[in-house]
């Protein structure tokens, strides 16, 4: 007795589905590092935390900034001092200490993307 079945494989709706997926994985860790990263930044005025922004493109790339104006000097400026908690490279720090738990999240984030 011999069984048969067909399978129809539409791989171009498959990858779309899978890269949709890895730009929402990608969306979620980074919207955790502009979390940890705002609890590290300097709060002098509060402007700098409000300007802090998760922007994504059309390939699923993500980006973590900071658009106020002392940014970056806030960032790289060794001589500021900062409130207890609060420091420089309040972005640079989480990226590096967060990534496990970043690359935890892309996954779950793609994986329950996909199961849908």
Known sequence: MTRRFELDWDGE???????????????????????????????????????????????GKAAVSYSDAEAVRQHEDAYYRHDPGRSRKYLEIPMLTQRPSMLRVMARTARNFLRR
């Not at 589905?17 to 979620?28: K, L, M, P, W």
């Not at 979390?35 to 005025?45: D, K």
């Not at 700098?48 to 998760?54: C, F, I, N, T, Y």
Request: aromatic share 0%; no cysteine; charged share 30%.
């Open 13 to 59: 709706r498959v990858a779309a589905q899978v890269r949709r997926a890895a730009g929402a994985g990608t969306r979620a860790a980074a919207e955790l590092l502009l979390e940890e990263s705002n609890r590290r930044v300097p709060l002098e005025t509060g402007d700098l935390l409000a300007s802090g922004q998760v922007t994504t493109d059309a390939e």
